[in-house]
């Protein structure tokens, strides 16, 4: 089945600096890769989708990677800023709506 | 922006009662929705998929007698936890993506804080 890591449970990073966080993937092949925030005790907030011929997506301090050989996907923050602590998600689509999320990193950015 | 409403965002219940959930898409119009739950420091575990005018696609290990979903309007799906045990407490989320638009992303309530006692 299906397996999706975020290798890191928890991030800390000082504020200002690029926060960089990872989500990789196996027996898998997604046709898009989304991101999300979640704030404690909130829904996820949908941050960006990448689709599986596309390299790399930015918004605004936001940039996401898709490689599809290395089956991972990398998210940064550059110029991070204390809002930016949160919690990430990954998720991979199948090809329908339906989404299977990674554990998530917490990141907090330290002023 | 498409916004999600779910509601009530908090509630506790004894033991052997029944908790009905509820999420709307206030903006539009959503063929499916989902019903995740999610564990404390966990993922989102997708719990059933909610058709509109047919009966919810569950996935495995998730009881279809315990959670019941109806999905009667294109805006409306519910998702009732009957006969609730301490072990049902949890956070539940649902989500929707506008109809027919293929790789939307999911738009997601703020969630239900569910505690049984």
């Known amino acids: 089945s299906q397996k999706i890591e975020q290798n890191s449970e928890a991030l800390n990073i000082q504020e200002g600096k690029t926060a960089t966080l990872t989500c990789n993937y196996t027996?898998?092949?997604?046709?898009?890769l989304q991101w999300y925030r979640q704030d404690p005790g909130r829904g996820p907030v949908f941050l960006l989708l990448?689709?599986?011929?596309?390299k790399e997506k930015r918004k605004e301090r936001l940039k996401v990677t898709f490689d599809t050989t290395l089956k991972q996907s990398l998210f940064h923050i550059t110029a991070s800023q204390p809002a930016d602590s949160a919690t990430y998600l990954c998720?991979?689509?199948?090809?329908?709506?339906?989404?299977?999320f990674g554990t998530g990193t917490r990141l907090t950015v330290i002023p | 922006g498409a916004v999600v409403s779910q509601h009530p965002s908090r509630v506790i219940c004894k033991s052997g009662t029944s908790v009905k959930i509820e999420c709307r898409s206030l903006?539009?119009?959503?063929?499916?929705m989902f019903w995740y739950r999610q564990f404390p420091k966990q993922s989102l575990m997708l719990m059933a998929t909610?058709?509109?005018?047919?009966?919810?696609?569950?996935e495995q290990g998730v009881e279809k007698d315990k959670f019941l979903i109806n999905h009667a309007s294109l805006t409306l799906s519910t998702l009732t936890v009957t006969s609730a045990h301490p072990e049902d407490s949890s956070f539940y989320i649902c989500?929707?993506?506008?109809?027919?638009?293929?790789?939307?992303?999911?738009?997601f309530g703020n969630g239900t804080r569910l505690t049984v006692t």
């Open positions: 989500s929707a993506s506008p109809s027919g638009i293929y790789n939307s992303p999911l738009h």
């Open positions: 027996n898998y092949s997604p046709a898009y």
């Open positions: 990448i689709r599986e011929n596309e």
């Open positions: 998720a991979l689509g199948p090809g329908a709506n339906n989404l299977f």
């Open positions: 903006d539009f119009q959503a063929t499916t």
């Open positions: 909610s058709n509109e005018g047919s009966k919810a696609t569950y």
